[in-house]
Nanobody, 123 residues
C-alpha cells in the first residue's frame, strides 16, 4: 500500500491550503485514514482522522474548527483542508492508513504512512 501526499507549500498567516493523499495498492475503503504532523524538534501529533465511510471524523484539540478532513472513496483519496493557518502550524504533514481508529487517534499508530508534505506558514 502506497500513500502519496501533495498540496503543501508556503502560505501567509491566515491563509489556506488543501492537502491530498492518494492511496494505491490496497482497498481504500477498508482503512481508516488520518493526517498527522511533525514540526522540527517536536513529536508527531494527530491532526485528524476519517472513518471508512467518512462518517466519523476526529480532530486534535489544537485544530479548533480550522481544519477539515474528507475522503473520496471513489478516488482513493483523503483530503485535509487547512484554513486560518498560523506559524505554529508549520510542519511536515503525513497521511496515514490504519485498521484501528482508536489506535490511530489515541496512540498515533498506523499501518501505512506517506512520506509527508511540507507546510510552512509565514508570519
Amino acid at each position: 500500500v502506497q500513500l502519496v501526499e501533495s498540496g503543501g507549500g508556503l502560505v501567509q498567516t491566515g491563509g489556506s491550503l488543501r492537502l491530498s493523499c492518494v492511496v494505491s495498492g490496497g482497498t481504500f475503503d477498508r482503512y481508516v485514514m488520518g493526517w498527522f504532523r511533525q514540526a522540527p524538534g517536536k513529536e508527531r501529533e494527530f491532526v485528524g482522522g476519517s472513518g471508512r465511510n467518512g462518517d466519523i471524523t476526529l480532530y486534535g484539540d489544537f485544530v479548533k474548527g480550522r481544519f477539515t478532513i474528507a475522503r473520496d472513496n471513489a478516488k482513493n483519496t483523503v483530503y485535509l483542508q487547512l484554513n486560518s493557518l498560523k506559524p505554529e502550524d508549520t510542519a511536515v504533514y503525513f497521511c496515514a492508513a490504519a485498521n484501528n481508529y482508536f489506535d490511530m487517534s489515541r496512540r498515533g499508530t498506523a499501518d501505512y504512512w506517506g512520506q509527508g508534505t511540507q507546510v510552512t506558514v509565514s508570519s
